[in-house]
C-alpha cells in the first residue's frame, strides 16, 4: 500500500504564497506521475497539476504562471508552489500518485484558505 501525505496547506491573504508538500511511502514502484487536485466546495475534484517521473510537467490554465509543480522522483515527493493566490484558489488540495493509467493513490488532503 502507498500512503501519501500532504502539508504546508493554511490560510494566506489574497495574494500571498503557499508551498503545498506531499511525500509518498509504503511498496512505492513504477511511479508515472504525482500531482496535486484541488476540490472546493459544491464543486468537483480537478487536477490542478501534474509531475511526471519522465520530467513534464503542466497546470492547469487557470493557475499558469501562478502555480508551479516540482517533484523530487528519489525522495517521491511532490510540491506545489502558489504564488499570487486568490480566494477562488480556496480549496482541499489532495496530492495524487499515479503507477497504471489511472490516478491510483491519494492523500487526505490539506486546506488551503484564500482571505480577503
Known amino acids: 500500500q502507498v500512503h501519501l501525505k500532504e502539508s504546508g496547506g493554511g490560510l494566506v491573504q489574497a495574494g500571498g504564497s503557499l508551498r503545498l508538500s506531499c511525500v509518498a511511502s509504503g511498496r512505492i514502484f513504477d511511479v508515472n506521475a504525482m500531482g496535486w487536485y484541488r476540490q472546493a466546495p459544491g464543486k468537483p475534484r480537478e487536477l490542478v497539476a501534474v509531475a511526471t517521473t519522465g520530467g513534464f510537467t503542466s497546470v492547469v490554465d487557470s493557475v499558469k504562471g501562478r502555480f508551479t509543480i516540482s517533484r523530487d522522483n528519489a525522495k517521491n515527493m511532490v510540491y506545489l508552489q502558489m504564488n499570487s493566490l486568490k480566494r477562488e484558489d480556496t480549496a482541499v488540495y489532495y496530492c495524487?500518485?499515479?503507477?497504471?493509467?489511472?490516478?491510483?493513490?491519494w492523500g487526505q488532503g490539506t486546506q488551503v484558505t484564500v482571505s480577503s
Open positions: 495524487a500518485l499515479r503507477i497504471g493509467p489511472e490516478w491510483d493513490y
